[in-house]
């Protein structure tokens, strides 16, 4: 079984950047499609980017042009790099394979814009 762990968040001010990681565990993590979630407070979770095992990558659209996912399958992680955040993007975020959400959800990281 996959097990995944995310890290990078923190609080940034609005215009900001950071760069989450999401590492995982086990030796086919390459076969898997993942994707980034969030969650903010009230809200149901949201997908915010997905990429497959060969590279290809998809964007929700509150955040595309402002967010790049990738992957280093030698490193079992992925990343998601998110730039001119802004207040709305305050969420906790989670990884996990895609679609069919495989791992157990870890405890996420958080993001937080604001001035």
């Known amino acids: 079984q996959v097990q995944l762990v995310e890290s990078g968040g923190g609080l940034v001010q609005p215009g900001g950047s950071l760069r989450l990681s999401c590492v995982a565990s086990g030796s086919i993590f390459r076969i898997f499609n993942i994707a980034w979630y969030r969650q903010a407070p009230g809200n149901q979770r949201e997908l915010v980017a997905t990429i497959t095992s060969g590279g290809g990558t998809n964007y929700a659209d509150s955040v595309k042009g402002r967010v790049t996912i990738s992957r280093d399958n030698a490193k079992n992680t992925v990343y998601l790099q998110m730039n001119s955040l802004k207040p709305e993007d305050t969420a906790v975020y989670y990884c996990?394979?895609?679609?069919?959400?495989?791992?157990?959800w870890g405890q996420g990281t958080q993001v937080t814009v604001s001035s």
């Open positions: 996990n394979t895609y679609p069919h959400g495989l791992a157990s």
